[in-house]
């Protein structure tokens, strides 16, 4: 099994390399409107932001920094195929423009741009990033009514074109079935609140690199892509930043591409992609560990389960659990400006063995020995 993966260095409102309806799920975190890092970036979209903020005109510069996002947008419409998800990870921006102090709804906006394209709106996802450390004292501390509520949490927005995406061919049902998640992962990962996923570190030798990054962490980005897409997609992340979205792509198992406006980023994203192999093997493999861990819990209080994995030797929630499989990365290498991830599947023999355990589970007179399965790694 191979994926392929490009990095362009350009403007994501011209994604010109991409053919009409050929990517399957767009992950990506933009530029935020109205928070200062990203005013130079906007401004040089188009210099009349600069001159609203520089006119103190608060909202004529919101609205105009989301206007060239919806060019952004736009594009990932027409390279979007039917069926396939656009997920957003965005936040709102509170600031203060001469003496207004408001807040700007940028997740609002992009809902109403989505709508008018035509989209369904899903359910989103409220990400309460735990490495946030709010100032609680914002405006007048203690005293009423000119106190404001900070923001601890960030959006998640998801959207679908065209409704339901169809599997009607045979090899496009089999491809689904072994891209299936645990269902317990499915019961954590399709929450409305995420408060289990980390902010990552934004930390960056460059100092320019630093100042201009809003990383996300892997954790969020390979969810979302397991969420909503199938072995051997193509995933597109139009803000690429520090090259988190590929990352969690090829270890998923997906194909992907990325736009990134600062030619600054390259190297950073090319070699971070690069000596990702480790860390996306050891993330998988927790993947396996943490299930087999819930099994051995979950038969020693309930007894055992109903399904058995048709390729490993652990038992399953479900029945659409059964054909899940996992790969490996074997290598990760660059080759005529593409990256290419190479894979090994995960075998039952690389789980490791079975082990019993003592299961007190209904008559409470009667123990009985069930076979649970525990990894070695």
Not at 116 to 137: A, H
Not at 189 to 213: A, I, M
Request: with cysteine.
């Amino acid at each position: 099994m191979q994926t392929k993966h490009v990095v362009n260095i350009g403007n994501s409102q011209d994604l010109n390399n991409i053919d009409n309806n050929s990517v399957n799920l767009i992950v990506t975190s933009p530029p935020y409107p109205m928070i200062e890092m990203w005013d130079e970036v906007f401004s040089s979209m188009n210099p009349a932001i600069a001159e609203a903020l520089d006119n103190e005109n608060g909202v004529e510069a919101y609205n105009l920094m989301n206007m060239e996002l919806n060019k952004v947008w736009d594009e990932v419409d027409r390279v979007l195929v039917s069926g396939g998800i656009t997920c957003i990870n965005i936040g709102d921006a509170t600031r203060k423009i001469g003496d207004s102090f408001q807040l700007y709804s940028n997740h609002s906006k992009i809902i109403n741009y989505f709508e008018k394209m035509g989209y369904q709106v899903l359910p989103d996802i409220l990400w309460r990033k735990q490495s946030n450390k709010p100032n609680k004292f914002m405006g007048s501390g203690m005293l009423p009514p000119n106190a404001y509520v900070t923001l601890e949490h960030e959006y998640i927005l998801i959207f679908r074109k065209d409704g339901n995406r169809q599997f009607k061919k045979q090899e496009e049902k089999e491809k689904r079935r072994t891209s299936a998640y645990f269902w317990e992962e499915r019961n954590k990962w399709f929450s409305d609140v995420w408060e289990d996923v980390k902010g990552t570190s934004q930390k960056l030798d460059n100092k320019e690199l630093r100042n201009r990054n809003g990383a996300y962490p892997f954790e969020l980005a390979y969810r979302l892509i397991n969420m909503y897409s199938v072995k051997g997609d193509t995933v597109l992340d139009p803000f690429l930043g520090t090259g988190t979205t590929i990352i969690a792509s090829i270890a998923s198992g997906r194909n992907s591409i990325g736009y990134e406006i600062d030619p600054n980023f390259k190297d950073f994203i090319i070699n971070g992609i690069l000596e990702s192999k480790n860390n996306s093997n050891n993330y998988i493999f927790d993947r396996i560990n943490n299930h087999i861990s819930f099994v051995n819990n979950r038969i020693v209080e309930k007894g055992p389960l109903k399904h058995t994995s048709n390729t490993y030797n652990f038992d399953v929630m479900t029945g659409q659990e059964k054909e899940l499989s996992f790969s490996k990365i074997d290598k990760i290498f660059e080759e005529n400006d593409t990256i290419i991830a190479e894979y090994e599947p995960i075998s039952a023999k690389d789980i490791g063995s079975t082990a019993n355990v003592e299961d007190t589970a209904g008559d409470k007179d009667t123990k009985k020995k069930k076979k649970t399965k525990q990894m070695t790694l």
